[in-house]
């Protein structure tokens, strides 16, 4: 492994961190798009910045293109404010209308300008080491390793200090300015750091990547947590993880970091979203059947107890026509219903056992007075079906 | 060539209509079928998809080697038909919202689509120049097929909004009572989804990845100030999305270096503005004047108010009184006075006013009738 190697490992690493804290709390209060919407506009103020100083690596760039991301959540709210439009509807309309702006500028002065779009929204990590930060003739390491180490300080100290602020503003904005915290200034805030990370990081890695290591990770993580200390600390490692893996991802396949990045990210983000146990699909569809076959049960089970006279709403064969279940489906219920003890078979022929009785008494009570405390006790009775 | 020059050519020059009659049948169908992504609340559907279709592009590349326009378009549009699922079903079934679903795939996507083409170009015997055209559009690449791929497309979305008008309508509006009546709301809804999505992907030659967003919901989001009508508003947001599609490819043509998508855009976004501001009904101008008005009538009110409560104590209402009483309390001016006058409410001698017969009736019924909204 080369230096240049490390350095861009450690590069991606750091963007992935950096990004990763702000776009949780950008997930967790429903403005994740926010973060797509800054990281094309910018393209803006960096073209205008470039108009102005004539030099692409001049730090004016930077804080323009962080202004055009400020501008842009403003005329944003702006718009909202009209109640003219939806909220997702203003974020739609105000990026395009920049960017666009920020494209033509471009193509008009493409002759005298090395700028092209293509390297915006993309970027290129690989290039990344030969960009170096030298001072009074000493090589400091690369450029954008100091940008982003420096705006990551800033967020892990601004989260350090105002963690309290950051977890009230976000959860209960209400409360937060009934106890004198003001939601306004730590949207503001949280808007102004998006803005330097993406600014500072889609110079390294590009506008759409930006998204992505915003997103993903914190998405990610929310899937597996719900507390917020352990899904910044999760979307931390995430991001990092993906960085480094979708290096060497790149490495091999001979492509883009930034995109082997990205599918690293989705790809850790498929298997949570699939295995996830507790919020996972396959978790979710699992509980969605048993919660399924429970219900049957208790219909199951009220029928019989409905029609104890009847011969022949108690055969088997009847199930299937009444609650028009399919003959497997009929099966699985009557068999959960034996395995619980909550009927006996006679002949052919079924019938409630007294802990079955029992049960639809307490489930008739329930369904009767609809309290509470009635279906508590049910759930603790009754509800250790073995299946 | 001056833009009347230019907009001559457009109907003239046959390159050029093609390109016109391409950018306008697309901004047709984009503002029609945007309408209904709008009211759905899914306007960044376009975003997200016109990103996450680019793999598709380039497995389609992959898999066939071909580079003809409907073979990539189709891998994208499997692709972006993937990728509204998958954003349906995170949304469904976990707790992430929408913007986060929608991003989340975008980015994705995307970057995985970036992954393959630079994998591509590195391919030894692949000759893949061209496929990034997809990622910035461009309207002049656009032959007599893309076009007629276009209008048939347009076509079938019309049969189809008018073969299924009221579901799609009553879905729009309440998807749980659509379902009580029975409708397969499944069904409309992946039939809407479908045309979205391919009107999107067939965007992505013509004006690229980013701006085929604005394109879907700029023009819905004009048309909906203009009308409260679903019918309307489709048929406004069509036309004000073929209008930006003529005026934009008119006013790029006219000058070198003007890229077409980016100026459809503009020009979309302007009239955004335009309906943001001049719309009679929503419009912020009349909004504003609205407010206006209403605050000069209720100050004539109030004033009407004290002078009613001042004239009541005598037992002829119409008994004059001086102005300077009014001056105790505020809400009164000489335009004020002078407004009241014309409307007959009081009279005015010299430095003394006094009720009208009408004036009079007016306060007293101030708070029985509707004359607070009528002013």
């Not at chain 1, 006279?309 to 099966?331: M, S, V």
């Amino acid at each position: 492994m080369g230096d240049a190697q490390i350095e861009i490992q450690i590069i991606a690493a750091v963007v992935a961190a950096a990004c990763a804290i702000p776009g949780v709390f950008l997930v967790l209060r429903k403005m994740a798009l926010i973060s797509d919407a800054i990281s094309h506009s910018i393209l803006l103020g960096i073209v205008v910045g470039f108009f102005i100083t004539n030099d692409l690596n001049s730090p004016w760039l930077i804080l323009l293109a962080a202004v055009t991301g400020v501008l842009t959540i403003v005329m944003v709210e702006m718009i909202q404010r009209t109640k003219l439009v939806k909220e997702d509807t203003a974020i739609g309309l105000v990026f395009p209308l920049l960017f666009s702006i920020g494209v033509i500028l471009i193509s008009k002065n493409a002759n005298d300008i090395h700028l092209d779009v293509d390297s915006v929204l993309i970027g290129e990590l690989a290039f990344a080491p030969f960009d170096r930060f030298i001072f009074d003739g000493m090589d400091l390491g690369p450029k954008s390793l100091w940008i982003m180490g420096t705006i990551l300080i800033i967020s892990v100290a601004s989260l350090l200090l105002f963690f309290k602020e950051l977890k009230v503003t976000t959860f209960d904005p209400g409360l937060a300015a009934s106890i004198g915290i003001s939601p306004l200034i730590f949207h503001y805030g949280l808007m102004s750091v998006s803005s330097v990370t993406i600014v500072g990081a889609f110079d390294a890695v590009g506008a759409i990547l930006v998204v992505a290591l915003m997103i993903a990770p914190a998405a990610t993580a929310y899937l597996l947590t719900t507390n917020l200390k352990k899904m910044i600390g999760l979307a931390v490692l995430f991001g990092v993880t993906s960085a480094i893996s979708g290096y060497w991802l790149a490495h091999y396949l001979d492509a883009s970091i930034s995109g082997s990045m990205t599918t690293m990210l989705g790809v850790i983000f498929l298997i949570t979203y699939l295995f996830a146990s507790d919020k996972g699909l396959i978790a979710s569809i699992y509980r969605h059947k048993k919660q399924k076959i429970e219900v049957s049960l208790i219909i199951f089970l009220l029928h019989l107890n409905n029609h104890r006279d009847e011969i022949e709403a108690r055969q088997f064969i009847h199930l299937q026509e009444h609650f028009n279940w399919t003959k497997k489906y009929a099966e699985s219920v009557v068999d959960l219903a034996d395995k619980n003890n909550m009927i006996q078979f006679e002949g052919d022929l079924i019938a409630l056992t007294e802990k079955g009785e029992n049960f639809t008494d307490l489930t008739l009570k329930y369904i009767l007075t609809n309290k509470d405390d009635e279906i508590e006790h049910l759930k603790r009775d009754f509800f250790l079906f073995r299946g | 060539m001056s833009i009347f020059d230019t907009f001559i050519a457009l109907f003239t020059d046959s390159t050029l209509r093609t390109i016109a009659i391409g950018t306008m049948v697309l901004g047709a169908t984009s503002g029609m079928l945007g309408s209904f992504a709008v009211l759905r609340k899914e306007s960044l559907l376009g975003d997200a998809i016109s990103h996450a279709a680019l793999p598709g592009i380039v497995l389609a590349f992959l898999i066939t080697g071909s580079k003809e326009s409907y073979v990539l378009l189709f891998g994208a549009l499997i692709v972006g038909l993937i990728g509204t699922v998958w954003i349906r079903s995170i949304v469904h079934k976990t707790h992430l919202k929408t913007d986060t679903a929608l991003g989340l795939i975008l980015s994705i996507f995307f970057g995985f689509g970036i992954l393959l083409l630079t994998y591509v170009q590195k391919l030894p015997d692949a000759n893949q120049a061209g496929l990034d055209k997809y990622l910035f559009g461009q309207a002049a690449t656009l032959i007599d097929l893309d076009v007629y791929i276009l209008i048939a497309v347009t076509l079938i979305a019309l049969v189809i909004l008018f073969l299924f008008w009221k579901e799609f309508k009553i879905m729009l509006f309440d998807t749980d009572y659509a379902k009580t009546l029975g409708f397969n709301v499944k069904f409309i809804d992946i039939l809407i989804t479908f045309f979205i999505v391919l009107t999107i992907v067939l965007g992505l030659q013509t004006v690229g990845v980013v701006l085929m967003s604005a394109l879907l919901l700029a023009p819905a989001a004009a048309a909906r100030q203009w009308t409260n009508s679903l019918g309307k508003m489709v048929l406004i947001a069509a036309i004000i999305g073929a209008l930006s599609g003529l005026i934009g490819t008119g006013i790029s043509a006219s000058e070198n270096n003007l890229p077409t998508g980016p100026v459809i855009v503009i020009v979309a976004s302007a009239i955004v503005l335009f309906s943001f501001i001049f719309s009679p009904i929503r419009g912020i101008l009349f909004q504003q004047l609205r407010l206006h008005q209403n605050r000069n009538n209720l100050e004539l009110m109030k004033t009407l108010q004290l002078m009613y409560n001042i004239a009541k104590t005598h037992q002829d209402f119409t008994h004059p009184h001086a102005i300077g009483i009014l001056n105790d309390f505020r809400g009164f001016s000489k335009s004020s006075l002078k407004k009241m006058e014309e409307k007959e409410w009081i009279q005015i001698e010299g430095n003394q006013w006094k009720l009208t017969a009408i004036g009079f009736k007016e306060a007293k019924d101030m708070f029985h009738s509707n004359s607070l909204e009528n002013g």
